[in-house]
Nanobody, 126 residues
Framework: QVQLVESEGGLVQAGDSLRLACVASGPTSDLYTMGWFCQAPGKEREFVAAISWSSKTTLYADSVKGRFTISRDNAKSMVYLQMSSLKPEDTAVYYC???????????????????WGQGTQVTVSS
């Protein structure tokens, strides 16, 4: 019942910034935790960032701390990922995700999310 749609990604140069957006529809109860994951070719899908309903809690993968910022606007049913100081290693398909609970474990971050967007390509050139 939940639908998540990411904005278009893009092609940027190393050091540039890019903001991704995701619009969510469906029961609010299924949108308590919002997050972003990424998947590079030949690799497993990796956790990037997560945010609670009230935005009081934000969590980031070590690889993006200090560079990426997750935020949300519940009135607009939107979640954002502000990406700065982009690196070629950030090149991946980025997925918006949502979950119904506040549970989170860095070892198994995917367990917090039940719904996924289709993904959007972000390419960072050197």
């Amino acid at each position: 019942q939940v639908q998540l749609v990411e904005s278009e990604g893009g092609l940027v140069q190393a050091g540039d910034s890019l903001r991704l957006a995701c619009v969510a529809s469906g029961p609010t109860s299924d949108l308590y935790t919002m997050g972003w994951f990424c998947q590079a070719p030949g690799k497993e899908r990796e956790f990037v960032a997560a945010i609670s309903w009230s935005s009081k809690t934000t969590l980031y993968a070590d690889s993006v701390k200090g560079r990426f910022t997750i935020s949300r606007d519940n009135a607009k049913s939107m979640v954002y990922l502000q990406m700065s100081s982009l690196k070629p290693e950030d090149t991946a398909v980025y997925y918006c995700a949502s979950g119904a609970s506040s549970y989170f474990d860095f070892d198994t971050p995917w367990r917090s999310f039940d719904n996924w967007g289709q993904g959007t390509q972000v390419t960072v050139s050197s």
